[in-house]
Every structure is written in C-alpha cells, then in structure tokens.
C-alpha cells in the first residue's frame, strides 16, 4: 500500500467496516512506518467519530434532548458553584452574627446583674433618705459611675 492509495479510498474502507483482514494488516503495517499517513489517520478518525456521535444525538429527538441537557447542564455549573460559595459564606457569617449577638447579649445581662447587686447593696447599706439628699446623690452618682466603667471595661 502506498500514501496516495491509503488516503484516497482505504481510509473510507477501513471506517466503513469493508476491509478484509490482510487490508486491514497491511493498513496498520503501513501507520506504524509512515508518520504522515499515522496523523492523517488519526484526525480522520477523530472527524469520523465525532460525524458519528452527532448523527446518533441528532438524528432522534430524544438524543436532541440528550445533547441540549448535557449542553445545559455545562452553562449551569458556574452557577451551581457561586449558589454553593454564596451559601456557605451566609450560613458562616449567620453563625458569626448568632455567636456576636448571644455574646453581646450575655454581657448586658452580667453589666445589669452586676448593677443590680450594686445598687441593691447600696440601698441595703444605708438608707439615702437619713442621709440626706446630698449624700444621697453622691451615692447614686458613684454607682453610676461605677456602672459605667463595668461597661467600658468590658469594651
């Protein structure tokens, strides 16, 4: 078998299933000596079978279907991947928030506990009314006070 011979009709043959063994013996013997006839085989063989593979998804509506969902589901995996980034960024920082706010909110309570227990212990001590008003708003002034530093320390 010479190129000429190869390239004009046994490469048809040999795709279309009408080669006999020693044709087909004498085909491989020759691309594996003639790298041109090799690359020449290999890319008809790839416009071969892609001619075939479309005629199979397109020759029926069914495998028409086939093609367009896998095609759909190609166009859909950028956005299946930012759904999936979007979603686990919200539910990190929803737990940060949660974990804020329950921090947040158990430090109000301990700054009115503390506040309550100063000012219960500030009344229990002396009564501000014998004391006189002066006193009195001096105390309240420094419970106050001390209010206020419990909060900024906390800061």
Avoid at 29 to 49: A, G
Wanted: aromatic letters at 8%; a neutral charge.
């Amino acid at each position: 078998m010479n190129c000429k011979e190869i390239n004009e009709s046994i490469m048809d043959r040999y795709f279309d299933n009408e080669l006999n063994a020693d044709e087909i013996r004498e085909l491989r013997e020759h691309l594996s000596n003639c790298s041109q006839c090799s690359s020449d085989f290999k890319s008809y063989r790839k416009i071969v079978d892609f001619q075939k593979t479309r005629l199979s998804l397109a020759s029926s509506s069914i495998g028409r279907d086939k093609l367009v969902k896998k095609l759909k589901r190609r166009k859909a995996l950028p956005m299946q991947i930012a759904i999936g980034f979007a979603a686990i960024t919200l539910s990190f920082f929803g737990t940060k928030t949660y974990m804020d706010f329950k921090n947040i909110d158990n430090r109000y309570k301990m700054i009115v506990d503390k506040s309550v227990e100063m000012m219960v212990s500030t009344a229990s001590s002396e009564n501000p009314v014998s004391k006189g008003i002066k006193s009195a708003s001096a105390e309240i002034e420094n419970t106050t006070e001390n209010i206020i530093d419990l909060v900024n320390d906390e800061e």
